[in-house]
């Protein structure tokens, strides 16, 4: 499975942008791939990656590590959502989807095996 993100860019501070994750490759019809958990990480410079969003195969979500942000999924178009609202500074970073090897709604790292290259989130004060 290979999962490429866009929608970054140079937003200012208030503004909002929408990325996507567009999942292809190995997905079989009626694979798991639909219904693993995915999910959005961050990461800014000098920093740990960190969870934003994550959501089930049947759009269960946990999004309270991001409040201004709203995840969601297509899973008839294999594509994963991040809405985010009232853009501050310190959400500069670069934001990478992921794909789970679990169902369950996860917000360890280490439970997810496929990772985009990643999208550059800059916010201007």
């Known amino acids: 499975v290979q999962l490429v993100e866009s929608g970054g860019g140079l937003v200012q501070a208030g503004g909002s942008l929408r990325l996507s994750c567009v999942a292809s490759?190995?997905?079989?019809?009626?694979?798991?791939?639909?219904?693993?958990?995915m999910a959005w990480f961050r990461q800014a410079p000098g920093k740990e990656r960190e969870i934003v969003a994550t959501i089930t195969g049947l759009g269960n979500y946990d999004q309270s590590f991001e409040s201004r942000f709203t995840i969601s999924r297509d899973n008839a178009k294999n594509t994963l959502y991040l809405q985010m609202d009232n853009l501050k500074p310190e959400d500069t970073a670069v934001y990478y989807c992921a794909l789970s090897t679990q169902m369950a709604l996860t917000s360890d790292p280490s439970d997810y095996d496929a990772w985009g290259q990643g999208t550059q989130v800059t916010v201007s004060s």
């Open positions: 490759g190995d997905i079989l019809s009626g694979d798991t791939t639909s219904g693993h958990a």
